[in-house]
């Protein structure tokens, strides 16, 4: 099975920053893709950002400009830097990650992150 660790989320004030960083127990391969996902309490689960091992990104417009998803192939870890924060930004991020070959998705066990004065 995929495990994927998450850690980096927090406390942090409007406007301040937060790097979420999500580790897979596997190589990411070009054929699979990465990202993150969002719940707040009473919301509904929103997407964040995705992006391949090819390259290929995709964020979510209410966190364009804001926010950048990267990668690290040698550490088999995917990156979420979220600069500007604000407190709609509260929620529990889930990493993600989607395998074409077996047709499974694996998530991570969820990070909070809380933007408030």
């Known amino acids: 099975q995929v495990q994927l660790v998450e850690s980096g989320g927090g406390l942090v004030q409007p406007g301040g920053s937060l790097r979420l960083s999500c580790a897979a127990s596997v190589t990411i391969f070009s054929i699979n893709a990465m990202g993150w996902y969002r719940q707040a309490p009473g919301k509904q689960r929103g997407w964040v950002a995705s992006i391949t091992s090819g390259g290929r990104i995709s964020y979510a417009d209410s966190v364009k400009g804001r926010f950048t998803i990267s990668r690290d192939n040698t550490k088999n870890t995917v990156y979420l830097q979220m600069n500007s924060l604000k407190p709609e930004d509260t929620a529990v991020y889930y990493c993600?990650?989607?395998?074409?070959?077996?047709?499974?998705?694996?998530w991570g066990q969820g990070t909070q992150v809380t933007v408030s004065l």
């Open positions: 993600y990650y989607s395998s074409s070959s077996s047709g499974q998705t694996y």
